[in-house]
Structure formats: structure tokens, C-alpha cells
């Protein structure tokens, strides 16, 4: 399921241009992610989301971990999450060559043991203000 969420993070990144998932909540029946966004993704969007992780999902890659020192981050790994006492090596996950983040959670070894990805559910929270994105959640299982 995690690995799950880094090819999803990846895909809304992709396809949006937004940032990774502001929060996630990672279980084993189902799990969900907040994404910021100017507008609520359409049905059609939603539905090329499920394929597009999929697609990626049925490519076989291997997920990989490799430790680097803070100063060596490859510019694509967003660390804006990352807590202030986190230590000066971080653990990268790579997925192929799709997505690469840091990550201390419990993946798969190739993407061929995710099993479908299906979204569930999605609702979208309009911003309080204009000019600020609002919340579209997603919920996810895996068959």
C-alpha cells in the first residue's frame, strides 16, 4: 500500500503539478491522500489517475532504497516534510525511475507485488479564501 501511495504522489504530481500529498493516512484495507489543488480533478481526470498508477503499477519495477547525506538529494526529493531533527543521511526510495522520495515506511520490492490499484472514493473541500488551492481527498485500495 505505501509503495502504492509513491506512484500515486508521483502521478498527482505529473499530471497537476501539485505537491505530494499534504497528509496521508496508510493502511492495509484502504487508505487516503489529500492533494492541494486549484480545481477538483474531473471524473475523466479520476479515472486517468487509476490507469496511469496502474500502468506503472504493471511496468515490474524494482523499488529500491539507497541512503544519502542531506547535501546530496537529488533536486527532484521534496524534503518539505521532512522534520527538523531528521539526521544528516536519509533513506531515498526509489521506484524505477518514476519517483524517488524519502521515506522510512515498509515498500515492496518490485511493483508487481502492489496488485490492482482502485480508487474508492474522492471528495473536494473548496479554499476558505480565493487564490488558495483547495483539498481533493482520495481513497484507495488495493485488489
Request: one cysteine or more; a negative charge.
Amino acid at each position: 500500500m505505501h509503495t502504492a501511495e509513491h506512484i500515486l504522489n508521483q502521478t498527482m504530481v505529473r499530471m497537476f503539478g501539485c505537491p505530494r500529498s499534504r497528509n496521508a493516512h496508510i493502511e492495509r484495507k484502504k487508505s487516503k491522500c489529500d492533494y492541494l489543488l486549484n480545481a477538483a480533478p474531473t471524473e475523466a481526470q479520476v479515472a486517468e489517475i487509476e490507469a496511469k498508477v496502474n500502468e506503472v503499477i504493471q511496468q515490474h519495477l524494482d523499488v529500491t532504497v539507497e541512503y544519502v547525506d542531506r547535501d546530496h538529494v537529488p533536486p527532484e526529493v521534496d524534503l518539505s516534510k521532512l522534520p527538523d531533527d531528521a539526521s544528516a543521511t536519509l533513506r531515498l526510495i526509489r521506484v524505477g525511475d518514476y519517483d524517488t522520495c524519502a521515506c522510512a515506511g515498509t515498500h515492496v520490492q518490485n511493483t508487481s507485488e502492489i496488485g490492482t490499484f482502485k480508487i474508492i472514493s474522492h471528495d473536494w473541500t473548496p479554499a476558505e479564501s480565493p487564490n488558495t488551492p483547495g483539498t481533493w481527498r482520495v481513497r484507495f485500495k488495493l485488489g
